[in-house]
Each structure stands twice: as C-alpha cells, then as structure tokens.
C-alpha cells in the first residue's frame, strides 16, 4: 500500500493504524486495554490473568508512583528554567508506561534505559536526585547500577538496545551454567525516533538468533524530537516483530494496569527460555522533548488536547474514586507527600559541588592502575606548577612595590 508522504502536521495515521494485526480480544484499533479512558476495569482473555492479582492497593501504589514522578518532573523542569540544571528530559504523559511496566520487574531483572526513564528509576529504588547529578553536569551518571539492576541513562540513541542484548545473552547462560539461581531478563528502553536506529534493528535480529531473554519495550510517544512516528513506520512498531519472529504487543500506554499485565506476560516468556518480545506502548509525550525544545514549533495544540483525556493519572484516578480504593485524603496525603519530595529534590540539587578533575581519573578502571597513577600524579604536578607560578608572581611585585 503506497501512502503519500504528506508533512507531519497533515499526514493522516487512518490507513497505517488499520494494517495492525491485532492481539486476540484487544480493541479495534489493536491496543492492549484493561482500564478504559473513564475508569472502567475490563478484561482481557490473554493478558487479564496476569492483573487479577492486582487489587486495589495496588492500584492505589502505582497512582502513588505516577503521582510522585509527575511532581518530581515538574520540580526537575522548574530546576532547569532556573538554571540549576543543564538540561531536562521531562516524560510528563509517560508514566502508565513506565510505571506500569517498571512495577513488573523482578529484582534479578536487569533495566537498560534511555534518558528519560525516570518513573523506572523509581520503581528500581533509586534516589531521585541521583538522577540529576548529571544533568547537573557534575557526573557521567549518577549512580552504582550494581545496586538496583537499572543501568546508568546512555544519551546516544540506542546504544543502550544491543548492550541490552549481550547482558540478557549473560543471563542466560549463567542461569543455565547454575540453575539455583533465578532466571532474569534483561529490558531494553527506547523511543519510537531510537526504533529507527540500526542499533535496534540489529539488537533484534542478534535476540532473535540467540533466544535471548529480552523485552524490548519502546514508548511511542508519538514525537522523535519533531518528526512524527508516521513518517518513520509505515505500520505500526510492534507489527515489526513479526519481521524478526518473535512477539510484538501494542499495549495502552497510558493504562498502567495493561502495562503492567502485558510486561508480566513478557517477561514470563522470556525468562523461560522462549526468546524476546517487542512491546509497543502506545503513549504521549506531553512535554517537549527536552528543555532545550518548543514542541509549539512542530505539533499543534489541538492534538495536545486530545490526549489531555487519556491522561494516564486521570484515567486511574476515576478507577479508585468509582470503587472507593481513593478517597480525598488518600489524594491530599499525595498532594503533601509530593510537596516534600520536590523541597527536599531542590534542596539535594543545591547542595551538589563539582568533583576535582581528579576525581575523573578514579573510575577509569575498576582496580588500580599504574598507567592512570602515573597520569594523576602528572596531572598533580602540573597543578601545583601554576601554585608556584602564581607564589613567584606575587613576590616579584612586592618587590617591586
């Protein structure tokens, strides 16, 4: 089917959305859906099984993480208008997506994100400020991914996709060599602009061959900075699985609770040895894509708007409030908790000094090295050349005084 390349804002996605091939009892449009715009819990005869554990407390926990992850974006945006922060990489609209699946990791999974899995680092357990160390610009990360099996934010896009790979190669053969261990997979983070990468492509060709026991999970949000997902697919994403043999899932993006189903099923799968997944979650970026970026300069505000109705806190919160699991102040407490979260985020930020240059040469290698001991003592020296300069300087002009 030939389709006429229009510009983005009159290119119509009618005739690419019907080429999906849908999952078996998923909406007409082929999404994934446990929980409706308005609030209504349905089901589903593949996926539904993997939520039925998922009760209201549970509900009422991942509104909590939406909720706090919204209020430490803004806070993290507000920190760079104000010049504490180089940059910012906002991911407001994002968080069914990432909460929902973030929620559905083992603790012997391993996460590879881009830069703007924040809702994942906090459902790994990670000290929010930690994130903004380098957006601070004082460190390359950030954080000891050893600790919480969420890899350090990798800023070229898709590098993060093969490591992921190789890991989840690791992975398995580990399990396989000590099978008292339990089995992992390995999550790979992109956006639909990375899925355009040849690093992706190749990462699912090499998952493919090797069975590896990888979820590739790429948030559609519709914006690859300016360049609509239209233009880059002509089918959907998750129909590119098919290509390669293995699963392809487009999920609500913006319905946690089907999320975070479709990621259990996914990692069940390949934790037991039947190679990866592809799962598309159909989301949207509510921001700009950085906050070096003005969104108003390539999309139109009418297609914000369309989306403001399936806010993926909106839609959750309809759920606790019709079933009694959310009251007022279940919210208010919230509202508070957030409050705390985003003074005590500004007051960490504040609080950061930048490393001594020497700093950098600590963590070249992982052990002592006498090449980089030789380096750091150069480096000293040459310091402590311009101290003597600047002590001769001084004398030579009271000298002359």
């Known amino acids: 089917m030939a389709l006429e390349h229009l510009p983005a804002t009159e290119f119509d996605s009618t005739a690419l959305n019907e080429t999906l091939v849908p999952a078996p009892g998923s909406s007409p449009d082929g999404m994934v859906q446990l929980l409706t715009p308005e609030g209504e819990r349905i089901g589903h005869e593949l996926y539904g099984r993997y939520a039925e554990d998922v009760d209201g407390e549970a509900l009422r926990s991942f509104y909590r993480d939406m909720f706090l992850i919204r209020r430490f974006d803004t806070e993290a945006t507000a920190l760079q208008r104000q010049g504490e922060l180089v940059m910012w990489v906002p991911l407001t609209g994002q968080e069914g997506a990432q909460i929902g699946s973030g929620r559905a990791l083992a603790a012997q999974d391993y996460v590879f994100p881009t830069y703007r899995e924040h809702g994942v680092a906090l459902t790994r357990g990670l000290k929010l400020s930690h994130l903004l160390r380098r957006f601070r610009g004082i460190s390359h990360g950030g954080w000891d991914p050893r600790e919480s099996n969420f890899h350090l934010y990798t800023l070229v896009l898709a590098a993060q996709v ?168 279940f919210f208010a407490s919230l509202t508070a908790e957030a409050d705390e979260l985003a003074a005590q985020l500004r007051s960490d930020v504040q609080a950061m000094e930048p490393p001594s240059f020497a700093d950098s040469f600590a963590d070249v290698y992982a052990e002592p090295h006498p090449l980089i001991a030789e380096e750091l003592a150069f480096h000293k020296a040459y310091e402590d050349g311009f101290a003597d300069a600047g002590s001769a300087t001084d004398t030579d002009e009271e000298d002359g005084a």
């Open 162 to 329: 093969p490591h992921a790979v190789g890991y989840a190669m690791g992975m398995a053969r580990d399990n396989a060599a000590d099978a008292s261990s339990p089995a992992g997979a390995a999550v790979a983070y992109f956006g639909d602009g990375a899925s355009s990468e040849g690093d992706v492509h190749e990462s699912m060709v090499f998952a493919a061959s090797y069975d590896a026991p990888v979820v590739f999970f790429c948030q559609n949000n519709h914006w690859a900075i300016s360049v609509p997902t239209e233009v880059q697919s002509r089918i959907p994403l998750a129909n590119r699985a098919q290509g390669y043999g293995f699963p392809g899932i487009r999920v609500d993006g913006n319905d946690v609770l089907a999320v975070h189903a479709v990621t259990r099923w996914a990692l069940e799968h390949a934790r037991s040895g039947n190679g990866p997944v592809l799962i598309e979650a159909f989301t949207y970026r509510m921001s700009a894509h950085t906050t070096a970026d003005d969104p108003t300069k390539y999309r139109l505000s009418a297609d914000e708007e369309a989306w403001i109705g399936r806010d993926p806190l909106t839609r959750l919160q309809k759920h606790l409030r019709a079933t009694g699991a959310g009251d007022d102040a």
